[in-house]
């Protein structure tokens, strides 16, 4: 599977947030935010204000990359769920498609069963959503592929003579 930076189209986008935003409210969470194992930040919902979400986001996928490697060091192909607790607010992450990390910050007003629960239907949703934007960009040609399919051999003689 590609690793650079997943293509989002409008349709897909709208979906995703629905359901992160479903997440949300369902798991009793503060946070909920989808990010690009490139570490960009796809959509989010919660309250953002005083986060810097553009760090989040990368720290997060550091944190997936270096758990990667230590899965690799014991053998696994990866851990395909972290969790994080602390004072006040637990993060948990999890990989959905092998292609994007789904992050639920939460504090004691939710659990962990109930965050691992509604995740778990969150992911399967997410997961065919990316599947079937991995498709729709496979099947499509790129913009770049149509600008080359269009220019010819007398174009480019026109241009360097």
Known sequence: M???????FEEEFKQITAIIDRLLKDANAKLVFLVDKDGQLIASSGDTRDLDTTSLA????GN???TGGLAKLL???EFSILFHEGEKDNIHISIVG?????????D???????????V?????????????LLHRVEAKPSAEENLLAEISDADIDKLFH
């Open 75 to 77: 053998g696994e192909k």
């Open 58 to 61: 990368s720290l997060t996928a």
């Open 98 to 106: 092998q292609r994007v990390i789904l992050v639920v910050i939460f």
């Open 64 to 66: 997936i990359a270096a």
């Open 120 to 132: 778990k239907k969150a992911s399967e949703e997410l997961n065919t959503i990316i599947k079937k």
């Open 2 to 8: 590609p690793t650079s930076s997943l293509i989002m």
């Open 108 to 118: 004691n007003r939710s659990s962990l069963g109930l965050v691992r629960l509604r």
